[in-house]
């Protein structure tokens, strides 16, 4: 067998186990189609039913009518009107100087670290950051990279004061090394926060850059869905805020948010802006009319958190153990990583989809169902999606 033929076949091998997703046939509102049946939606991250919302869907279908569809590269053939349409909104919305969109989270995250951070400089991570961060610090060739355990200050402090040490040795050009913490701002497992007001103290004591990913805070947290550094009255704090377009704002696309002049420096210099297409028509202006949306009013922000309390409150009440989240994430715990899976193919059995969260998702004994009610559930769609779970759970015996 040539050395090509063993590759192939060893690519065989490591993805058989792998089970196939499911196909889904609709649009992902509080109701999902798989396989021709309809499904209770009970773990999306589109927080507000921003994926089916008609005035959304209508300011896509007229800029389309408008502008067409692809726009280009921002720096060869220039920027489109909407994306600077789009990123005023986002700076303002997240009360910072200005805005930079990009493709994804994925990509802002490499482009806020890659573009600022190079071999010689600090990073420090929180050790459940997700995998777009750890990718972007890899990225950035940086040598120092030091791991605080997950919101841990007494090990984030620890870290600091090793980092102060090793910034006593010059960069080759003679500047001192750059620290930079990077958090999540709310871990997507378990639905906690960062504990940001005390990161960015210790971040000042220690002069380092702040940076964190509210990919899952922003149309959550603060007020009208504003983020996690509204929700601690942090505005003007913390250095680079990475946002994403793709979870309650419900389309594709990511951002960093924060001074002008970093801001500048982004544009002109990230290599995901440089080398990588702006975002579509539809994607910015529906993300457009998504922050227009809550700018006007915080209902659906209102109607996601009283859907998140009594969702919580009732699987307490029937002897769930609903972690401690601080948010609408709400994990299930099972613990036994067969028993969660054997927990999701009945629930989808009840037309309730949940998927399970298993290792290495999360640590091994830690499985889950990780529940997501959005503003888009009714109450009668909670009490389905409650009863499944129940009854569910009587049969499997985990009460
Ligand atoms: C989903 C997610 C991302 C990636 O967002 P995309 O816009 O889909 O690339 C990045 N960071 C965190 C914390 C996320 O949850």
């Known amino acids: 067998m040539s050395n090509i033929q063993k590759f192939y076949q060893g690519l065989e091998v490591s993805t058989k186990a792998g089970k196939a997703p499911y196909t889904i046939e609709s649009g992902q509102g509080a109701y999902l189609t798989i396989n021709g049946t ?45 994306h600077l349409k789009l ?22 995250n490499c ?8 071999k010689e400089d600090i990073v420090i991570s929180d050790e459940l950051n997700h995998a777009s961060i750890i990718d972007a610090v890899r990225l950035s060739g940086v040598k120092n990279k030091m791991i605080y355990k997950h919101a841990d200050m007494t090990s984030l402090e620890e870290k600091l004061k090793e980092a102060d040490e090793l910034r006593r040795t010059p960069k080759t050009n003679g500047e001192t090394p750059l620290i930079l913490i990077v958090t999540d701002g709310v871990f997507s497992m ?51 805020e990475v946002g994403s377009l793709s979870k309650a704002f419900s389309v594709m696309g990511g951002f960093i948010a924060g001074k002008k002049s970093l801001i500048d420096f982004y544009l002109l210099k990230a290599r995901q802006r440089l080398f990588s297409i702006a975002l579509t028509i ?59 899976k054997e927990f999701s193919t009945k629930l989808f059995a009840e037309d309730v989809f949940a998927t399970p969260i298993v290792f290495p998702m999360v640590a091994k004994g830690k499985a889950r169902i990780r529940v997501i009610p959005s503003a888009a559930h009714s109450k009668e769609d909670l009490d389905r999606g409650i009863a499944a779970f129940v009854k569910v759970a009587k049969e499997l015996n985990v009460l």
Request: charged share 25%; proline share 3%.
């Open 282 to 340: 539809p994607d910015t202006a529906a993300a457009l009319e998504a922050v227009t949306i809550l700018q006007e009013s915080d209902e659906v922000v209102t109607k996601l958190w009283d859907n998140t309390k009594y969702l919580r409150s009732e699987l307490q009440k029937y002897g769930f153990d609903t972690g401690n989240s601080e948010t609408p994430i709400t994990p299930v715990m099972l613990g036994d990583e067969e028993i969660a």
């Open 38 to 82: 309809k499904k209770l939606n009970f773990c999306s991250s589109h927080y507000l039913g921003f994926a089916v919302d008609e005035r959304i869907k209508q300011a896509a279908i007229k800029a389309i009518e408008k502008y067409g569809l692809g726009t280009g590269y921002r720096t060869l053939a220039g920027t489109h009107e909407l």
């Open 87 to 108: 990123e005023e909104a986002l700076a303002h919305f997240k009360g910072t100087e200005k805005a930079v969109v990009l493709s994804s989270a994925y990509m802002a």
């Open 190 to 240: 378990d639905g906690d926060l960062a504990p940001l007001p005390e990161i960015v103290n210790l971040a000042k004591e220690y002069e380092a850059l702040t940076m964190v990913d509210d990919a899952h805070g922003e149309g959550v947290l603060g007020r009208g869905g504003r983020g996690i550094v509204n929700h601690f009255g942090l505005e003007g704090e913390v250095d680079i």
């Open 111 to 118: 482009a806020a670290i890659q573009t600022i951070i190079g």
